[in-house]
């Protein structure tokens, strides 16, 4: 088994600021995701990466940067936080074939003040 | 656009009773399906998987899947507290090898 490791758990920024989410996995998986999910919804797709150095926007990827260093690594910027974006940021991390498992971190929890 | 539809939003439904979700996409590239639960504050898991037609059944939880119209349905019966969670539902396939969710069912499960 693989563990995904998401750094800080939580993040309390002031508005404007950037900000900036880890994640790292050991499943030695190809694709990678961060996902956003705001109190009692769903998954909003932010960005995602299906190999090292690889970048896709996802639905939501406005207000946001991202980065897929290396294979077991992916991090998110928030380029300029808002108070309407307080949320839990889900890193997430699945083999390169479609019919595959996806495996969440605990998330990382984003306060605006 | 989003891809994968759920209902209800929510559902209650008494301890011991049955619940039924569902799911359909709007992408006809999707091949797999799979439904994930997510307890308060916790990271969702994968709960089952179906990627052909027809029903599966592990334990109190039956998963069916109609390709044609690219509907499933998750049903637990006997349902018990501890199944109060987020019911997920996600789609993959197709060139981009993306996986869509959809938005959730919020279940609770009243004793």
């Known amino acids: 088994g693989g563990i995904i490791t998401q750094t800080p758990k939580f993040l309390i920024g002031q508005e404007g600021q950037k900000l900036t989410l880890k994640c790292q996995q050991n499943f030695n998986h190809d694709t990678m995701y961060w996902y956003r999910q705001d109190s009692g919804k769903g998954l909003r797709l932010i960005y995602y990466s299906i190999t090292e150095n690889d970048l896709q926007k996802g639905d939501l990827s406005e207000g946001y940067d991202a980065s897929r260093e290396k294979k077991s690594s992916f991090s998110l910027t928030v380029t300029s936080a808002q108070k309407n974006e307080m949320a839990v940021f889900l890193c997430?991390?699945?083999?390169?074939?479609?019919?595959?498992?996806?495996?969440f971190g605990k998330g990382t929890r984003l306060t605006v003040v | 656009q989003q891809k994968v539809q759920q209902s209800p939003e929510s559902l209650i439904v008494p301890e011991g009773g049955m619940a039924s979700l569902n799911c359909t996409s709007s992408d006809r590239n999707v091949d797999y399906f799979w439904w994930y639960r997510q307890h308060s504050g916790k990271s969702p898991k994968m709960l089952m998987?179906?990627?052909?037609?027809g029903e599966k059944e592990e334990g109190r939880f039956t998963v069916h899947l109609n390709k044609a119209s690219l509907h499933t349905s998750l049903h637990i019966r006997d349902s018990q507290p501890s199944d109060s969670a987020l019911y997920l539902c996600?789609?993959?396939?197709?060139?981009?090898?993306?996986?869509?969710f959809g938005d959730g069912t919020q279940l609770v499960v009243k004793p």
């Open positions: 998987s179906i990627f052909s037609n």
């Open positions: 997430a991390s699945s083999e390169a074939n479609a019919n595959t498992e996806v495996f």
């Open positions: 996600a789609a993959g396939g197709g060139s981009n090898n993306r996986i869509f």
